[in-house]
C-alpha cells in the first residue's frame, strides 16, 4: 500500500488548508481500510490528529482539534481529505496519513501501532 499526501503549505493563523491522501496498491477495496491523520514536530512523538473508518460512519478526533478540522473520504477514488480551518501555529508540523486494514466494521483505532502503512507526510506551517 503507498499512501501519498499532498496539500501541505504555510499560511498565517486562522487560516486554512485542505490536505489529501490517496491510497494506491490496495489488497482490498479502500472501504476497508481505516484511515487517519497523524503530526509530529521535530523532536516530538508523532501524535493522533483525526481517523475515519471505511464505510466513514465513526470519526474521531483528538481533542485539541476543539471543532477546527473536519475528515472525509471518497471511496470511489480512494481518498480521504482533512479540512482544518481556524489554524494555530501550534499546528505547526509535519502531517501524515496512515492506514489500517480492517476486519471489524464502523472502527478506527487512534493508536498509531494500529495502523499499518504511512505516507511520507506533508508539512504544514503556521505564523503567527
Known amino acids: 500500500v503507498q499512501l501519498q499526501a499532498s496539500g501541505g503549505g504555510s499560511v498565517q493563523a486562522g487560516g486554512s488548508l485542505r490536505l489529501a491522501c490517496v491510497a494506491s496498491?490496495?489488497?482490498?477495496?479502500?472501504?476497508?481500510?481505516?484511515m487517519a491523520w497523524f503530526r509530529q514536530e521535530a523532536g516530538k512523538e508523532r501524535e493522533f490528529v483525526v481517523g475515519i473508518s471505511g464505510s466513514g460512519v465513526t470519526i474521531r478526533y483528538a481533542d485539541f482539534v476543539q471543532g477546527r478540522f473536519r475528515i472525509s473520504r471518497d471511496n470511489t477514488r480512494n481518498t480521504i481529505y482533512l479540512q482544518m480551518n481556524s489554524l494555530k501555529p501550534e499546528d505547526k508540523a509535519k502531517y501524515y496519513c496512515a492506514s489500517d486494514l480492517l476486519y471489524v466494521d464502523d472502527y478506527v483505532a487512534t493508536d498509531r501501532v494500529q495502523f499499518d502503512f504511512w505516507g511520507r507526510g506533508t508539512q504544514v506551517t503556521v505564523s503567527s
Open positions: 496498491g490496495l489488497t482490498q477495496t479502500f472501504d476497508k481500510y481505516a
